[in-house]
Nanobody
Framework: QVQLVESGGGLVQAGGSLRLSCAASGRTFSSRAMGWFRRAPGKEREFVVAINWTGGRTYYADSVKGRFTISRDNAKNMVYLQMNRLKPEDTAVYYC?????????????????WGQGTQVTVSS
């Protein structure tokens, strides 16, 4: 069992930055790939970024590549999402998710555990 709690969301102006954190409980965290997804108002949930169990491999959606950075600290059971140069279209609820495997995947069905989400609002 893994429980995930996101934090760090908020309201920011376009061009600004936010850092999301995801605190994980459970002994299997360090063996799981982790991902961030988001759901914008009126839209379906979409993949943002994933990181493998070691932190050595990452994969970004084209929409955030070069602006967002994912990282993890297995000693602290934490995953982070640094978001820079934010745009209004980044406005969404952001979800942290834990995969059922160690290698990264962008496919939501592979993720077994999900957090409650944290709201990110980017004003223009």
């Amino acid at each position: 069992q893994v429980q995930l709690v996101e934090s760090g969301g908020g309201l920011v102006q376009a061009g600004g930055s936010l850092r999301l954190s995801c605190a994980a409980s459970g002994r299997t965290f360090s063996s799981r790939a982790m991902g961030w997804f988001r759901r914008a108002p009126g839209k379906e949930r979409e993949f943002v970024v994933a990181i493998n169990w070691t932190g050595g491999r990452t994969y970004y959606a084209d929409s955030v590549k070069g602006r967002f950075t994912i990282s993890r600290d297995n000693a602290k059971n934490m995953v982070y999402l640094q978001m820079n140069r934010l745009k209004p279209e980044d406005t969404a609820v952001y979800y942290c998710a834990a995969s059922g495997q160690g290698e990264l995947t962008m496919s939501a069905p592979w993720y077994e555990y999900w957090g409650q989400g944290t709201q990110v609002t980017v004003s223009s």
